[in-house]
């Protein structure tokens, strides 16, 4: 066997062996399952469905001050409920501790302000949960790496080739003013 040969030899298993070290490192706190489009969609999910959910327990509530409750809004608060805590288990099974504790804290002020009866603990409530909802949507963008790094300023560079390359072929794409409308001394 040549010295090249096991050379090149060694070379390669050293960097299968780094290539395995690599892929299994882990930090803690990291979701072991669940690629970034999977947290993003159980994100998105969790996102509507606190959405939903606050707004059918105002419509339930507003019918209960009313004095009519139909068995549809009741239904409806139910259902919205039932996929919020689908969704916040869909969260926890993917996403970091962070997330999660964000997510779990969207759910409790969600039904907080599900619970509130006079519209000045229900209006506190609301803006409690806009809050809440902000801060969980910073920690799912944290998570998917969503914040541009401003040292990274070659992708930003090319993004802006693209865009401008992109306006330009619109541009080129379109008519000129002067051939889509003839002239009325030309025709005459």
Same mark, same amino acid.
């Given at each position: 066997?040549?010295?090249?040969?096991?050379?090149?030899?060694?070379?390669?298993?050293?960097?299968?062996?780094?290539?395995?070290?690599?892929?299994?490192?882990?930090?803690?706190?990291?979701?072991?399952?669940?690629?970034?489009? /999977?947290?993003?969609? %159980?994100?998105?999910?969790?996102?509507?469905?606190? *959405? !939903?959910? &606050? $707004?059918?327990?105002?419509?339930?509530?507003?019918?209960?001050?009313?004095?009519?409750?139909?068995?549809?809004?009741?239904?409806?608060?139910?259902?919205?409920?039932?996929?919020?805590?689908?969704?916040?288990?869909?969260?926890?099974?993917?996403?970091? /501790?962070?997330?999660? %504790?964000?997510?779990?804290?969207?759910?409790?002020? *969600? !039904?907080? &302000? $599900?619970?509130?009866?006079?519209?000045?603990?229900?209006?506190?409530?609301?803006?409690?949960?806009?809050?809440?909802?902000?801060?969980?949507?910073?920690?799912?963008?944290?998570?998917?790496?969503?914040?541009?790094?401003?040292?990274?300023?070659?992708?930003?560079?090319?993004?802006?080739?693209?865009?401008?390359?992109?306006?330009?072929?619109?541009?080129?794409?379109?008519?000129?003013?002067?051939?889509?409308?003839?002239?009325?001394?030309?025709?005459?």
């Amino acid at each position: 066997m040549e010295p090249t040969s096991v050379g090149a030899a060694a070379f390669k298993s050293v960097g299968k062996i780094g290539a395995a070290a690599v892929s299994r490192y882990r930090p803690a706190g990291v979701a072991r399952v669940g690629s970034p489009e /999977d947290r993003a969609q %159980a994100y998105r999910r969790f996102l509507d469905a606190t *959405v !939903h959910a &606050s $707004i059918n327990g105002g419509v339930h509530q507003l019918h209960v001050a009313a004095g009519s409750v139909s068995p549809e809004s009741f239904a409806d608060m139910v259902a919205s409920g039932n996929e919020l805590k689908c969704a916040l288990d869909g969260v926890r099974l993917c996403a970091p /501790d962070y997330v999660i %504790a964000a997510a779990e804290d969207a759910f409790s002020a *969600v !039904h907080r &302000s $599900i619970e509130k009866v006079n519209a000045a603990e229900s209006d506190k409530s609301n803006v409690k949960l806009e809050e809440v909802r902000d801060t969980f949507l910073e920690a799912a963008r944290n998570d998917l790496n969503y914040k541009q790094s401003r040292w990274n300023l070659w992708r930003r560079w090319k993004e802006r080739q693209f865009r401008k390359e992109q306006a330009r072929k619109i541009l080129d794409a379109r008519p000129s003013e002067s051939s889509a409308v003839p002239d009325a001394r030309q025709s005459a």
